[in-house]
């Protein structure tokens, strides 16, 4: 709920109609993925886990625990047990608090909107023991909690959370190639923004994360005035970003024109995404968060398995 696009200090993160939705859901990476912890997504190496997988011939050096002493008194030979080791994504939350977050005029903001989707994803990686992080970005990186795994680890990233304002320049593509190689091992990364910066240079940067083996999906936050340009009378528009920067203009004169830029834009932003094997989901702020998320993540788990 907001008055005159401000969230309602009431107002929590964790949307229950969204959080109810999604707690059979399971978010599987497509891709395989490297951890340490024990979870539900595979790694290519052999290491001690639950799952069997193969027998090998016992080497000098191997430890003793590993030898199958059933089969040894079976065969006479010494084998030792290979387990398929099951480990846990490490998750990124990328959150863009740059001053055009902060837009909300008939629905709440798009940070209040995007840092709800944070918060029901963080809960929901953090339920199936996988390792969830937060970036908070704008014009650099403002806050960052690596990846953890433990249940104590959500009041962490919801305080977090809590604490973002949306303020100062957007420099999204800087900030995603510099997160880049703070992520050492191959995980997943979830980018929540407006996309109000240069649309190549974005694409550039997740196609970056990509090229380094990283699986990367862009929520891209957008309140419905932004899209539909539903204004009826003489208006006064003000830069979030830039202080000082406002027009006066009639929204009947320039809306067809707004509107074929702002087509423009999201085709390119989904068309480019497509090309790089990111995926694309938009966050319109007037959609219920859990038909959202549950949508697409739903339609993911279908498409994984």
Not at 200 to 214: I, K, P, V
Request: with cysteine; glycine share 8%; proline share 4%.
């Amino acid at each position: 709920m907001s008055v005159n696009g401000q969230a309602l200090p009431h107002a929590d993160l964790l949307d229950p109609m969204a959080m109810s939705r999604l707690g059979q859901l399971e978010l599987i990476a497509s891709r395989i993925v490297e951890g340490f912890l024990s979870g539900k997504h595979r790694s290519p190496y052999k290491g001690s886990s639950v799952e069997f997988a193969e027998h090998r011939h016992y080497s000098p050096g191997d430890e003793t625990r590993l030898i199958d002493w059933r089969v040894l008194a079976r065969s006479d030979r010494c084998y030792i047990k290979q387990f398929e080791e099951e480990t846990n994504l490490k998750c990124l939350l990328v959150l863009d608090a740059s001053g055009s977050m902060g837009f909300g005029h008939s629905t709440v903001t798009k940070l209040r909107y995007a840092q709800m989707a944070s918060a029901c994803l963080a809960r929901m990686m953090l339920h199936q023991q996988d390792a969830v992080g937060l970036a908070v970005v704008d014009g650099s990186l403002r806050t960052f909690i690596p990846p953890r795994s433990r249940a104590s680890h959500f009041r962490v990233l919801v305080e977090a959370l809590r604490s973002v304002v949306a303020v100062g320049p957007t420099s999204l593509a800087g900030e995603l190639r510099e997160l880049g190689k703070r992520l050492r091992r191959r995980g997943m990364i979830f980018v929540l923004s407006d996309c109000f910066d240069d649309v190549e240079g974005t694409l550039n940067a997740l196609h970056h994360l990509r090229l380094r083996g990283h699986e990367t999906i862009l929520f891209h936050t957008m309140a419905p005035e932004e899209l539909s340009f539903a204004f009826s009378r003489w208006s006064r528009f003000e830069c979030l970003e830039t202080a000082g920067h406002r027009i006066d203009l009639d929204p009947s004169a320039i809306r067809k024109e707004y509107l074929r830029r702002v087509g423009e834009f999201l085709g390119r932003l989904e068309a480019g995404c497509g090309e790089i094997g990111c995926d694309y989901m938009p966050l319109e702020t007037s959609r219920p968060l859990a038909e959202v998320l549950g949508h697409y993540l739903s339609r993911r788990a279908a498409r994984v398995r």
